[in-house]
């Protein structure tokens, strides 16, 4: 009973408070417009900046979202819940393991996932249950598509879930405040050799240890 409330959250999120169809736009241009921007230049970047690039004014965007952890919160949500629906897509799509996985990663590039990466510092509740749930079906997801190419011996077994998330987010944002232009041309070229590393047989040894899910928790 669980998984299910957990799989509708993604959703009731997308039904929720849809008072008019010029209202509901906007925050959507605003939601799309920080993750964007998050990605660029990082979770502090200014409201009101937000706010031109979505082409709103700034009493729109407070009028939707009353402070910066609201607004963060939000954009969390969304690339969340977008992203397990990738994986989700990508699992059903590809008879082959490993290119469901390499499926979704190009995707979760699409979905800008890097902006998840320096926003799970950022000064808003984590915790919250509706973030907790849908972060649980992101993991269940991703753990899935890796579960698979490996059992198939498409995958290298040195790694793990962690590896493939921590991988995804860095290689799919430029670091923050630097001018990168045209960073996203490179971004599926890049995805792509990381891709080539992990499949099976593994052509070296890795150092260190697998990055796993628990470990990514708690060093957040």
Do not use: W
């Amino acid at each position: 009973m669980e998984t299910v409330v957990e799989a509708a959250t993604c959703e009731a999120h997308r039904r929720a408070s849809r008072p008019r169809a010029d209202a509901l736009r906007n925050r959507e241009r605003i939601v799309t417009a920080a993750r964007e921007m998050f990605v660029e230049f990082g979770p502090d970047v200014p409201l009101d900046e937000v706010a031109r690039r979505a082409g709103v004014g700034n009493a729109t965007l407070y009028r939707n979202f009353p402070d910066r952890a609201a607004l963060t919160h939000e954009v969390v949500l969304a690339v969340t819940c977008r992203t397990t629906d990738r994986a989700e897509e990508a699992a059903a799509a590809e008879s082959d393991p490993f290119a469901a996985l390499s499926r979704f990663v190009h995707a979760a590039a699409e979905e800008r996932i890097g902006a998840l990466c320096p926003m799970l510092s950022g000064g808003f509740d984590k915790d919250h249950p509706e973030l907790l749930a849908e972060r649980r079906r992101l993991e269940e997801a991703v753990e899935g598509l890796v579960r698979r190419a490996m059992s198939a011996g498409r995958m290298r077994t040195d790694i793990a879930v962690g590896d493939v998330l921590v991988a995804l987010s860095q290689l799919t944002r430029p670091l923050p405040g630097i001018a990168c232009p045209d960073i996203d041309r490179f971004t599926h070229r890049h995805l792509q050799l990381f891709l080539d590393g992990l499949q099976a047989p593994a052509r070296s040894e890795l150092p260190g240890s697998a990055a796993t899910l628990e470990e990514l928790r708690r060093g957040h």
